[in-house]
């Protein structure tokens, strides 16, 4: 069901009653109902369904729930659902679950507020005694998970027109500002609540931008950026933990790339006998979580899996999912081991001291008191110039591992530029990005392609030799190799026009320029 409604907050002070007498006053209202509901509000760990202007309701309807996604601006989808989803993918396909897939994605819905809601529906009549519109006033007090006690919220009226009554819906909206109602204009219900109730909306991502002055001194700039990925690893720890999505892993590995790459690639600006040490327990941290990683892809990957076989033959995957299914709760085990180990405890412990210390290194840092940009321009020309040399070299006959040796270069890159874009105008930089960008998409693909076969058929001679594989899945399976190598073929063809296209003398000059 899709409805379009006005929204209306009242001022903290005002009374709800006497907002209505004064609606009375020029309409005729007749109260239709009264009730109590208790709602549910949902986001994910990322705020998506927020920053698309969305708030999802739940509340008890039978012996199911009552799913509402409420737009900033009223438009209003509605479902019932046998019980809470904890992922769009969920529910039964349709408008709604379309509408939250989209901002949702493969992110878990997270309980963010409770409320409990009194509310009154009235009905507005014209002369003819017929109704032209309704509207529902709630009062209300909310609370955040963590807390016990419900705190009062804003009351809210929602003015919902009926078919063919325009003019009369648009006389009421003026009639409930006149009486005191402020319109509220794309604001957003959850977030209201949770501003109202005093909460700390925190946003950490591996992807976050720090603003870095030019001229600040590359230590420092490095602890910052340093400090920034380890909080972006520990904020996502619990989810790791509890295994809430695969996103929460993905968070943390990439901030954790990100650290063990910055501290060899920002070089000169800590002690060596620290890049060293804090680089060999980064990579134990890259072992450890890697397993799970692994298994969090290939099971992304069933759905694309299913649509690439014949209709008929989809349901033969069923088995390769269990496995990988069982094979990703042993590896989350192992990582759940990982992670409350004293060796991570001690990382994190010894990681911070080092990048709150701020002390005067023992060993040489030349590069520590030199202003960060003029740092990050070498870096980021050096690293260039090695991805050009590498990738003139790689020919028809080349090797795979030297196209995977060339990906991670880009990545490099692409950390680089990502953590010091702040120095650099967007202007310039956003080119190069998305030149980069076409590149490694390739190296990527090629890479993923390569590892997705090779793993499969692994996968397939575990299964068989386990007697869990039956034919019919093994044949589907070797379908599936055969498709993923000559997608790798394709893409092993269009790595030289992206190169060439990145390597291009308009590019070079770019990036020479800019960082020269």
């Avoid at 409320?115 to 007090?141: H, I, P």
């Avoid at 490694?440 to 397939?460: E, P, T």
Wanted: charged share 30%; proline share 6%.
């Amino acid at each position: 069901m899709i409805l379009s409604v006005s929204l209306f907050t009242l001022p903290r002070d005002s009374d709800p009653p006497a907002i209505i007498e004064r609606l009375q006053d020029a309409f005729p209202l007749q109260l239709l109902e009264t009730s109590q509901e208790r709602v549910s509000y949902f986001d994910t760990f990322d705020w998506g369904l927020s920053d698309a202007g969305l708030t999802l309701t739940a509340a008890p309807s039978g012996r199911g729930v009552r799913l509402t996604l409420i737009a900033n601006d009223g438009e209003t989808l509605e479902i019932r659902a046998r019980r809470l989803p904890d992922f769009a993918a969920d529910l039964e396909p349709g408008p709604f679950r379309k509408a939250l897939a989209r901002c949702t994605k493969i992110r878990r819905l997270l309980l963010r507020a409770r409320a409990t809601w009194s509310r009154q529906m009235w009905a507005v009549l014209n002369e003819d005694q017929k109704t032209v519109a309704r509207v529902l006033v709630r009062e209300g007090a909310a609370r955040v998970p963590q807390d016990r006690d419900l705190r009062p919220v804003p009351s809210r009226v929602q003015l919902i027109p009926l078919k063919g009554y325009r003019t009369e819906y648009r006389r009421v909206a003026a009639g409930l500002r006149k009486a005191g109602a402020l319109r509220v204009s794309q604001r957003n219900e959850l977030m209201e609540i949770l501003e109202e109730l005093g909460a700390n909306v925190e946003r950490h991502s591996s992807s976050t931008v720090l603003t870095l002055a030019p001229d600040l001194r590359a230590g420092e700039a490095a602890r910052l950026i340093h400090r920034e990925l380890l909080l972006t690893m520990e904020v996502n720890l619990d989810g790791v933990l509890k295994d809430l999505d695969s996103e929460f892993l993905h968070e943390f590995r990439v901030a954790g790339r990100k650290s063990r790459s910055a501290l060899s690639q920002i070089k000169g600006v800590f002690p060596e006998s620290a890049v060293k040490h804090f680089g060999e327990e980064l990579r134990w941290l890259g072992t450890r979580t890697g397993p799970t990683r692994d298994m969090d892809v290939y099971i992304l990957k069933i759905p694309s899996y299913q649509d690439a076989l014949p209709k008929g033959v989809r349901g033969e995957l069923v088995p390769l999912v269990q496995f990988l299914s069982k094979r990703k709760r042993q590896a989350h085990q192992r990582l759940i081991r990982s992670l409350t180990s004293s060796r991570y405890r001690d990382l994190v412990s010894s990681w911070t001291e080092f990048l709150e210390s701020g002390a005067e290194a023992s060993e040489p840092t030349p590069n520590a008191g030199r202003p960060v940009q003029a740092v990050a321009r070498e870096r980021i020309l050096t690293v260039y110039r090695k991805i050009l040399k590498k990738g003139s070299r790689i020919g028809p006959d080349t090797p795979p591992e030297a196209l995977h040796r060339l990906r991670i270069a880009c990545k490099q890159l692409r950390y680089l530029l990502s953590l010091f874009q702040s120095l650099f105008p967007p202007e310039a930089l956003s080119p190069l990005i998305k030149e980069l960008k076409n590149l490694q998409d390739n190296l990527g693909d090629f890479n993923d392609l390569r590892l997705q076969s090779q793993a499969l058929h692994a996968f397939a001679e575990e299964m068989m030799t386990a007697g869990i594989g039956p034919p019919a899945t093994l044949m589907a399976m070797g379908q599936l190799m055969g498709q993923l190598e000559e997608k790798q073929v394709v893409e092993r063809r269009a790595f030289h026009q992206r190169f060439r296209a990145f390597a291009r003398k308009e590019n070079r000059k770019r990036f020479e320029e800019l960082f020269g």
